[in-house]
């Protein structure tokens, strides 16, 4: 069993940046997504790597943008979100799978644990 606890999140103006990071304790052989809810819409994925070969995988919505990062000794995960828009407004979470394969980690019900989320808004 692993705990997942996001810190970063704030409220930043459109075209600002701020990086997220979910500390993994526990984490062997997970991968790691950030997801997304902003209010009044479904959970929409937006990044993950995997935990055999680090590798990532991006939503359009934030390619270029965004960029998902690990720190194996640490047991973080962060994310950078560059360029961001009021689109972007939502509570970001962390979750974990054993899965790494890019087409199940896209989808909801490969994520076996959640952290509690964070607040990110993009206003001026």
């Known amino acids: 069993q692993i705990q997942l606890i996001e810190s970063g999140g704030g409220l930043v103006q459109p075209g600002g940046s701020l990086r997220l990071s979910c500390a993994a304790s526990g984490r062997i052989n997970y991968s790691i997504a950030w997801v997304r809810q902003a209010p009044g819409k479904e959970r929409e994925f937006v990044s993950c790597?995997?935990?055999?070969?680090?590798?990532?995988e991006y939503a359009d919505s934030v390619k270029g943008r965004f960029t998902i990062s690990q720190d194996n000794s640490k047991n973080t995960v962060d994310l950078q979100m560059n360029s961001l828009e009021p689109e972007d407004t939502a509570v970001y979470s962390c979750?974990?799978?054993?899965?790494?394969?890019?087409?199940?980690?896209?989808?909801?019900?490969?994520?076996?644990?959640w952290g509690q989320g964070t607040q990110v808004t993009v206003s001026s």
């Open positions: 790597i995997t935990w055999n070969e680090g590798g990532t």
């Open positions: 979750a974990a799978s054993t899965a790494f394969s890019f087409s199940i980690l896209r989808n909801e019900g490969a994520y076996v644990y």
